[in-house]
């Protein structure tokens, strides 16, 4: 009896000790650059989700102020249409206010400041881009997060089950996902 508790006794410290297995040490060092890289796609994420929003909000807001410029040129032109119909449209004061509602339709179509509907279209055009963009880029982003996390969990899976080649697959996958990660940050994909 007391030959076999030795024997239980020096494999129980033989895998114990404090320098084993290298193959482990090298997955511990695998995981927590994946966990690095997963930290900073997530951080990339939502950054890019909070850009998406903020665009998609600023992109509603000039919609609606074109939408709200468009409503008020087609009331001053229907005016302009009322005062001409009239029987004393030739009227001085009539004529005066006709060239006033269609300056103000002029300059609700194109104002000088930047607020006018042409300009919210660019902007609002603009914004729809960026948000595109951002949307493009968030996903991006998730699929690399994804592939951290696939990386991470055959890493841990390789150290329990001493299985090699799951460690070398987490690696490449882990490679990859942060060559994706990288090419997503710097918009060439």
């Not at 997963?38 to 929003?53: D, F, H, R, V, W």
């Not at 948000?131 to 951290?148: I, N, P, Q, S, W």
């Amino acid at each position: 009896m007391s030959d076999s508790m030795e024997r239980a006794h020096e494999s129980m410290h033989a895998e114990h000790k404090p320098h084993g297995d290298p193959w482990a040490r090298g997955v511990a060092v695998l995981v927590s650059f994946l966990a690095a890289a997963l930290a900073l796609a997530e951080i990339g994420g939502k950054s890019t989700q909070n850009a998406y929003l903020t665009h998609h909000i600023a992109v509603s807001d000039d919609w609606a102020f074109y939408q709200s410029k468009n409503l008020r040129q087609v009331v001053r032109g229907t005016e302009v249409a009322v005062l001409e119909s009239l029987p004393n449209a030739g009227d001085p004061a009539i004529q005066a206010r006709i060239k006033e509602a269609r300056a103000y339709q002029a300059r609700m179509r194109d104002e000088p400041d930047g607020d006018g509907m042409k300009q919210l279209a660019e902007k609002a055009k603009r914004n729809e881009r960026d948000r595109d963009r951002a949307f493009h880029k968030y996903h991006g982003y998730e699929y690399t997060v994804g592939a951290l996390e696939i990386g991470i969990v055959l890493a841990s899976v390789s150290v329990v089950t001493r299985m090699r080649p799951l460690g070398i697959a987490a690696g490449v996958i882990g490679l990859a996902a942060g060559l994706f990660g990288l090419a997503v940050a710097m918009d060439m994909v």
